[in-house]
């Protein structure tokens, strides 16, 4: 069934997670309210897991972990492609369902599903090469080497704007690298969780060999989340969010000693020189800004522009923003669809009226298109001329808001971009390999992901995935982000006959 303008959307959303084989209760009475942000309709509602139920998935996965750890790695691979073939199978019902509940157009849904693909095929791989130095030793008759162990259960809690691939960016790793996941989704898009789940299942039901209970899902608020963040043996918490979230999760992993791994706000900056090739910045900048209705922790906020381009470019942008094809984000050729929620076109005027009063000019951030959906939030996206970076830009923003800056020296551009709190992504339009070698270097972007002649957001899994400061400093998805998901022995083994100490010292019993 796709889309039709009579379609229900809960309908849509029903007769997918029928497909998939959702078996949970979704029409629990007086339970957590899914809602489409697409028109505001009721898609399900769940009831939340207690915090007893939280505590034995816990210890379902402790105990699933201990089998697990055993298992060769290459064999966990196996776990993992079986995953990305059940996903390639279902992805364009995956792709619809996060369209119905985070509002994302056809386009970007399949996008992240093909995201959770990429990772399986990355971590299939990767099953063959969790590699451990060989390191030389001082000692005569004496070799040294480090070994990758798995690490534990990996609590997972996510955000609604990537509802399913933050998930698979963690998971595929933590299961080749021998660990248990228990996922907290946002209580936004707790149907894209289960529906994973359910796709994990299958995965599970051809695998045959594997421990129960690899993967879980908790439905639920605050508080499955909290009791994840407080539990010794939950050995890692990657948390996507804000970073207010951050802040609280942060200190409270460590004040028992255990890992953290945070993914929270950016605050994404474009700088655009004279020697730009300015029809690739606007269709980057745009895609960038409006692109998951400026709803990606990856998106354009900031756009830091040459003076002597300035108006040209702010023109054209004004031009295409007018004119973009904003609606149902499951229709063809819809380039922006809804904001998630009521909040979230609150939290976007407030920024609008806080930057008037700090002297910002404002083209767009109406909200459109009420008769037809009266219940759900579509805008029209925003740019806001600034003469300085305020309090107001310097802050994140879950809208499409894009704010201009003007510059002239490079050096000013590059100081702009990096006084925001948050470093997560920066990218840099120019032709001149002086500019672009100058951001790229130790003293330009301090951004976590920093990219020449592409928009910010839309990273490849290859790569990992983070960014710095208020971001939170963790790193997720490809290159060596896997240590994150194991633990590090460094092993001295001594075949000689001796007993040579390091470091020279003498004990002669
Ligand atoms: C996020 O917004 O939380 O780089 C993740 C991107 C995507 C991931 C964004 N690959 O925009």
């Known amino acids: ?285 745009v895609f960038a800004a409006v692109g998951t209705a400026g709803q990606r922790c990856t998106s354009t906020r900031r756009l830091i522009v040459h003076r002597s381009i300035s108006d040209q470019l702010v023109e054209r942008l004004k031009q295409v923003y007018g004119r973009l094809r904003i609606g149902n984000p499951l229709q063809e050729g819809t380039l922006l669809g809804p904001l998630v929620d009521q909040a979230a076109f609150e939290a976007m005027q407030a920024a609008l009226e806080a930057a008037r009063a700090q002297g910002g000019r404002v083209t767009g951030g109406e909200r459109v298109l009420q008769d037809e959906f009266p219940s759900a939030y579509y805008v029209r996206p925003a740019i806001v001329e600034m003469d300085r970076q305020t309090d107001t830009v310097r802050q994140e923003t879950f809208a499409p808001i894009l704010y201009v800056l003007r510059y002239e020296e490079l050096s000013e551009a590059l100081a702009l971009q990096n006084d925001v709190p948050q470093g997560l992504s920066s990218a840099i339009f120019s032709n001149d390999l002086r500019e672009t070698e100058a951001f790229l270097s130790a003293s330009g972007s301090d951004c976590g992901i920093a990219n020449v002649n592409i928009g910010t957001s839309g990273a490849e899994i290859g790569g990992a995935f983070g960014g710095d400061k208020e971001t939170g400093g963790g790193r997720e998805s490809g290159s060596d982000a896997w240590r994150a998901y194991m633990r590090r022995a460094t092993n001295t083994i001594n075949y000689s006959r001796e007993l040579p100490l390091a470091q020279g010292v003498k004990f002669d019993l």
């Open 1 to 285: 069934m796709t889309y039709t303008a009579t379609a229900h959307t809960s309908e849509l959303a029903h007769s997918i997670l029928a497909r998939l084989g959702v078996t949970t209760a979704l029409d629990f009475q007086q339970g957590m309210s899914v809602r489409s942000p697409i028109d505001g309709s009721q898609l399900a509602q769940l009831r939340p897991h207690g915090s007893e139920e939280v505590k034995e998935a816990i210890a379902r996965a402790h105990q699933a972990w201990q089998t697990w750890r055993t298992v060769p790695a290459p064999v966990r691979g196996e776990l993992v492609r079986l995953l990305g073939q059940e996903l390639r199978a279902e992805k364009h019902a995956l792709g619809q369902l996060i369209s119905l509940e985070a509002g994302k157009i056809t386009s970007e849904g399949l996008g992240e599903v093909q995201e959770m693909i990429d990772i399986c095929d990355f971590a299939v791989g990767l099953s063959r090469q969790l590699y451990g130095l060989t390191i030389a030793s001082e000692r005569p008759g004496h070799r040294m080497m480090e070994t990758w162990h798995p690490l534990g259960v990996v609590g997972v809690i996510t955000a609604f704007n990537f509802p399913m691939a933050v998930w698979a960016w963690n998971t595929a790793l933590a299961l080749v690298c021998g660990d248990a996941v228990v996922w907290k989704p946002s209580e936004k898009t707790p149907l894209s969780a289960l529906a994973c789940q359910a796709v994990f299942e299958r995965a599970m039901a051809r695998f045959q060999d594997g421990p129960a209970h690899l993967s879980q899902v908790l439905i639920g608020g605050r508080e499955p989340g909290e009791i994840l963040v407080d539990d010794a043996r939950v050995a890692l918490v990657s948390a996507t969010g804000s970073t207010r979230m951050g802040r609280e999760v942060g200190p409270r992993v460590a004040r028992r000693f255990g890992r953290v791994l945070l993914e929270l706000g950016g605050n994404n900056a474009v700088i655009v020189t004279p020697n730009a090739d300015l029809d690739l910045a606007v269709r980057g900048i």
